[in-house]
């Protein structure tokens, strides 16, 4: 899976960036993260439709969430 993401091409900045948010125990480790960025192949795909311009502004409000991930100590708590 790892190896997947890094072959994948990087992305102009135009197109907004990738966000990762973790929530840690108080003083603790990290117990639940989420990752998510913009539907870049959508968009991209509906560049023709839609204009570069308006795609562009789509990618700073729209988000694909990725991955969500919460220590089994954690779970339940609304963390996921």
Do not use: K
Not at 1 to 27: K, N, T, W
Not at 33 to 48: F, K, N, R, T
């Amino acid at each position: 899976m790892l190896a997947a993401i890094l072959d994948r091409p990087l992305l102009s900045a135009e197109f907004g960036a990738a966000r990762l948010l973790v929530a840690e125990e108080h003083q603790g480790p990290v117990v639940a993260l989420a990752h998510a960025l913009p539907p870049v192949e959508w968009l991209m795909s509906m560049d023709d439709q839609l204009g570069r311009e308006l795609c562009a502004l789509l990618s700073r409000s729209l988000v694909e969430l990725e991955a969500v991930a919460v220590a089994p100590g954690a779970r339940g708590r609304g963390l996921g």
